[in-house]
């Protein structure tokens, strides 16, 4: 993303090899999935949007990162890192079977600014072009990977994983990385003058992606009440996490070049140097206070400022939003169906729920019964509804009994259609009921004026820890207000699970937290305390939790 004023800077020369080719992910997957799967063996036609490989993104930004170090550290448009950086995602594209071209980043771009690079994947209805597009090009300062490697890197690889399915298109697919976009959104300025008023009319949604895996960010979604914005939001709404607008990047990315000429936009963003609010931190995770990405156009930059679940999250979200616009035949009708989240644990005899949703891939909508199999032992699975019109959402519960055995289950969810049967795949993890699954840490820790204390427990429990969490918490404190209290995970995830502030003071006592979590349940659990104002002192006394 683009300051308000250009920077500029010298770079140097050097060329490095092309990463030889990885075949995504082909097998089907429901909005915000992680699986990453094999390559099919021959094209198939694939309805639901598919899972988009994190693996194979981040291989591209391991390339585009390479380039800048062979180039004076940069991939700045008028230098040789933004030309190599063209030429790796151009060859991967025609290996592919794209049709590829390379537009002269002119008028008005900065002298010697590199071209920008048009994909278009063949079939589809032209009159009716679906179009996603992220700049290449970096500042000077650095290597630009999050700003923008993590945008190009995440649309070339859902590129080629359409090109890995080749479905059947009912509109057609362009992609777009553009040139120059640092000093002014120059390079897709120029692409939008170059087009005739017949052929920017034919474009019917544009979306972009400019820093999409800030490392303290969020989902951030472009004009997010738009038509345009409707897929997006649908995905990060399906997926509960809220998305918000993009006030920090409006008018300050690629999307504004379309918008200003008539075409509706959209897009994501993960955030730059603006701060991330106590609220965002509440429902996203991450530390407010802090910039999205502090290394915002600065050296540090690299592959190490990445969070990959936000860029995951986006990968998805595009293929999500491509194959519900563009996928399918204009005149059949048909449905696509996903589970999300894709996997749950629960302990024997406890119930766990997932939202199974439908949607309209061609044609008109449908009824969709629902039906689940694989089920383990003594559970019993239950919708409500148990019949939706496609488009719509049902809750599935799956109950448990305490003789339910231990493992792992992959639960097939069928929904059969007045023109087609779907399924979708939900994994389920059934611990026992043997043995304590409640941890306890007894030991004080004082708690001293803007200070933070962490005190761990370490689970033994097996299997997946059922969510929500349990967590008991026993302070000794005159002001509750004064403490931010965040739950750490054994695979490092923060929850915040009581936060500061307020305008009276009351005593913390001892209270109850039920915390929604997904990761196992053993390892080391730890209770972070943050006192963050003056004048009160206390101690931890003791916490436990229930996983």
Same mark, same amino acid.
């Given at each position: 993303?683009?300051?308000?004023?250009?920077?500029?800077?010298?770079?140097?020369?050097?060329?490095?090899?092309?990463?030889?080719?990885?075949?995504?992910?082909?097998?089907?997957?429901?909005?915000?999935?992680?699986?990453?799967?094999?390559?099919?063996?021959?094209?198939? @036609?694939?309805?639901?949007?598919?899972?988009?490989?994190?693996?194979?993104?981040?291989?591209?930004?391991?390339?585009?990162?390479?380039?800048?170090?062979?180039?004076?550290?940069?991939?700045?448009?008028?230098?040789?890192?933004?030309?190599?950086?063209?030429?790796?995602?151009?060859?991967?594209?025609?290996?592919?079977?794209?049709?590829?071209?390379?537009?002269?980043?002119?008028?008005?771009?900065?002298?010697?600014?590199?071209?920008?690079?048009?994909?278009?994947?063949?079939?589809?209805?032209?009159?009716?072009?679906?179009?996603?597009?992220?700049?290449?090009?970096?500042?000077?300062?650095?290597?630009?990977?999050?700003?923008?490697?993590?945008?190009?890197?995440?649309?070339?690889?859902?590129?080629?994983?359409?090109?890995?399915?080749?479905?059947?298109?009912?509109?057609?697919?362009?992609?777009?990385?553009?040139?120059?976009?640092?000093?002014?959104?120059?390079?897709?300025?120029?692409?939008?003058?170059?087009?005739?008023?017949?052929?920017?009319?034919?474009?019917?949604?544009?979306?972009?992606?400019?820093?999409?895996?800030?490392?303290?960010?969020?989902?951030?979604?472009?004009?997010?009440?738009?038509?345009?914005?409707?897929?997006?939001?649908?995905?990060?709404?399906?997926?509960?996490?809220?998305?918000?607008?993009?006030?920090?990047?409006?008018?300050?990315?690629?999307?504004?070049?379309?918008?200003?000429?008539?075409?509706?936009?959209?897009?994501?963003?993960?955030?730059?140097?603006?701060?991330?609010?106590?609220?965002?931190?509440?429902?996203?995770?991450?530390?407010?206070?802090?910039?999205?990405?502090?290394?915002?156009?600065?050296?540090?930059?690299?592959?190490?400022?990445?969070?990959?679940?936000?860029?995951?999250?986006?990968?998805?979200?595009?293929?999500?939003?491509?194959?519900?616009?563009?996928?399918?035949?204009?005149?059949?009708?048909?449905?696509?169906?996903?589970?999300?989240?894709?996997?749950?644990?629960?302990?024997?005899?406890?119930?766990?729920?997932? @939202?199974?949703?439908?949607?309209?891939?061609?044609?008109?909508?449908?009824?969709?019964?629902? @039906?689940?199999?694989?089920?383990?032992?003594?559970?019993?699975?239950?919708?409500?509804?148990?019949?939706?019109?496609?488009?719509?959402?049902?809750?599935?519960?799956?109950?448990?009994?305490?003789?339910?055995?231990?493992?792992?289950?992959?639960?097939?969810?069928?929904?059969?259609?007045?023109?087609?049967?779907?399924?979708?795949?939900?994994?389920?993890?059934?611990?026992?009921?043997?043995?304590?699954?409640?941890?306890?840490?007894?030991?004080?820790?004082?708690?001293?004026?803007?200070?933070?204390?962490?005190?761990?427990?370490?689970? @033994?429990?097996?299997?997946?820890?059922?969510?929500?969490?349990?967590?008991?918490?026993?302070?000794?404190?005159?002001?509750?207000?004064?403490?931010?209290?965040?739950?750490?995970?054994?695979?490092?995830?923060?929850?915040?699970?009581?936060?500061?502030?307020?305008?009276?003071?009351?005593?913390?006592?001892?209270?109850?937290?039920?915390?929604?979590?997904?990761?196992?349940?053993?390892?080391?659990?730890?209770?972070?305390?943050?006192?963050?104002?003056?004048?009160?002192?206390?101690?931890?006394?003791?916490?436990?939790?229930?996983?």
């Amino acid at each position: 993303m683009r300051r308000t004023a250009a920077l500029t800077a010298t770079v140097a020369m050097a060329l490095i090899g092309l990463l030889s080719s990885t075949t995504p992910a082909t097998a089907q997957a429901p909005p915000g999935s992680t699986r990453n799967g094999a390559p099919a063996s021959a094209p198939v @036609t694939a309805l639901a949007p598919p899972d988009v490989s994190l693996q194979n993104i981040k291989a591209h930004l391991s390339q585009l990162q390479s380039i800048a170090d062979a180039n004076g550290g940069t991939r700045r448009s008028t230098g040789p890192g933004y030309t190599a950086s063209v030429a790796y995602v151009e060859q991967r594209l025609q290996a592919a079977g794209y049709t590829t071209r390379r537009v002269t980043c002119t008028p008005g771009c900065t002298s010697g600014a590199g071209p920008d690079l048009i994909a278009d994947w063949p079939g589809g209805d032209e009159s009716q072009v679906v179009m996603s597009g992220a700049h290449l090009d970096s500042v000077s300062a650095g290597p630009g990977i999050n700003d923008n490697g993590s945008g190009s890197s995440m649309l070339l690889e859902v590129a080629l994983t359409l090109a890995a399915q080749r479905p059947s298109m009912s509109k057609h697919v362009r992609f777009g990385w553009w040139s120059d976009e640092e000093q002014g959104l120059l390079g897709s300025r120029a692409y939008v003058t170059s087009l005739s008023s017949a052929d920017r009319s034919k474009i019917k949604q544009y979306l972009n992606f400019d820093m999409v895996g800030s490392p303290n960010g969020g989902y951030f979604i472009n004009n997010i009440t738009t038509a345009a914005a409707a897929d997006l939001r649908a995905f990060y709404t399906n997926l509960g996490l809220a998305p918000e607008e993009n006030t920090e990047g409006a008018n300050r990315s690629d999307d504004a070049s379309f918008r200003n000429a008539g075409i509706a936009t959209s897009g994501v963003a993960a955030g730059a140097s603006a701060t991330k609010t106590s609220a965002q931190a509440a429902k996203w995770g991450g530390t407010s206070g802090r910039a999205y990405d502090s290394c915002y156009h600065r050296s540090c930059d690299t592959t190490a400022n990445i969070n990959d679940t936000i860029l995951d999250r986006a990968g998805d979200a595009l293929a999500y939003a491509i194959w519900t616009q563009a996928v399918g035949t204009s005149t059949g009708r048909d449905f696509s169906i996903g589970a999300a989240p894709a996997s749950g644990s629960v302990q024997a005899g406890q119930t766990a729920t997932t @939202t199974i949703s439908t949607a309209t891939t061609s044609g008109t909508a449908q009824t969709v019964n629902l @039906t689940a199999s694989g089920l383990p032992g003594g559970a019993t699975a239950t919708f409500a509804p148990a019949s939706v019109t496609s488009g719509g959402s049902s809750t599935l519960t799956l109950a448990t009994s305490p003789s339910t055995p231990s493992g792992t289950y992959a639960i097939t969810v069928t929904g059969t259609g007045e023109t087609a049967t779907r399924t979708t795949t939900w994994t389920l993890t059934v611990s026992g009921t043997g043995g304590s699954r409640t941890f306890t840490n007894d030991a004080d820790y004082t708690i001293n004026d803007l200070s933070t204390i962490n005190s761990p427990v370490t689970s @033994t429990a097996t299997g997946g820890a059922v969510s929500p969490v349990q967590v008991r918490v026993t302070i000794s404190h005159t002001c509750a207000e004064d403490l931010r209290i965040r739950l750490r995970g054994p695979n490092g995830t923060y929850y915040t699970i009581d936060s500061s502030g307020g305008t009276s003071c009351t005593s913390y006592g001892t209270r109850t937290y039920s915390v929604p979590v997904s990761q196992t349940a053993a390892g080391t659990w730890t209770l972070q305390v943050t006192d963050d104002y003056r004048l009160d002192t206390g101690y931890l006394d003791t916490w436990s939790i229930t996983v």
